[in-house]
């Protein structure tokens, strides 16, 4: 799913994030639903729902599950979720007379939700690190040529003179905003998913909230009712995500228009070109360019995703895994390319 164009082995090296595909395929998703089901056994057995033997029994199993994978995608395919499939294999490997204890309360948005979040958590990170990079690789470029004069341009016409530091600013200033953006987003994104079947946790009885409580802190999430028709979380993330690849991409236009003038910018490096052998296009420019439209695009698609029916709705459900992992796969590329592209700048305006 979340290589569908950009982990394309002849777009990989130029769209794709190789630091952010392991924590979105397939094996990362399974390792993460099954990290899910040993912490539900274990908060379980630690307020008495299961006897604390079935905790200890599922969590051995469990460490030492190794998924059978034609079955999980031909039940994906019947089912339209593969927690069903997954839960069995687990049980089995669990065996009597512990099995029955597995997932229990749990519904399959559960496992699914709690999987995603567990994994947005470092790919965030690992987000923010290059933003702060990218500032930092701007703000070295200000040392050496903040001072430097150039045309400014309003309404694509030359318009009076700045220096290059005011055009630095213009690219660093929202990139400090979307970090805090990140960074507010967070404490209410990373939390557990954990409602049951129609979200009310009724099989769990008294001790439902305490067990929800005890499973977010063993993975490492915050606390929070359940959020399975909620989808204003997702959208949040994708909108930030959208505004980084947004922001990046005006960097990435405003290189290419001041490589187009010539005099302005000097770039190590560059595209060449089949028919015109003079040439040295700006790649990377426009690969942030295409990036930022790109991410516009699947976010508008994340907000159609709110529209849950009732309780549950399998296909807003489902256009979240359609655009949710190609977007954050779109702002990780265009963070990593922005960064290269920023290291490749050796000369800007003119003394």
Known sequence: MAGLVLGSPLLAALLGDADLEPLLDEAAELS??????????????????????????IEAALAAFAPDGAALVEAAARDGVVVPELVSQLRAGVGAPHARHLHVGATSQDVIDTALVLR???????????????????????????????????????????????????WAAPLERHRRRLEALQPELLVVQFGGPAGTLAALGPAAEAVRRSLAA???????????????????????????AGSLGKFGQDVALMAQAGDEIALSGGGGSSAMPHKRNPVAAEMLVALARFAAVQV?????????????????????????PPLLLATGAATRIAGELAGDVTRLGSP
């Open 32 to 57: 993460a639903m099954v990290r899910f089901e040993a912490a539900l056994a274990a908060a379980a057995a630690e307020h008495g729902v299961i006897p604390a033997a079935a905790g200890e029994a």
């Open 120 to 170: 947005l958590g470092p790919m965030l990170v690992h987000i923010d690190r290059r933003l702060e990079a990218i500032g930092k690789a701007f703000a070295a470029l200000d040392t050496r040529f903040g001072t430097c004069s150039l045309t400014g341009v309003t309404r694509m016409q030359p318009a009076v003179k700045i220096l290059v530091g005011d055009r630095l600013r213009s």
């Open 300 to 324: 508008s698609g994340l907000h159609q995703a709110l529209v849950h029916e009732q309780e549950r709705s399998g296909a807003a459900w489902t256009l979240e895994w359609l655009l949710l």
């Open 218 to 244: 063993r993975l490492g999430l915050a606390d929070a009712p359940q959020w399975h028709s909620q989808r204003d979380r997702i959208a949040a993330l994708g909108s930030v995500l959208a505004g980084i």
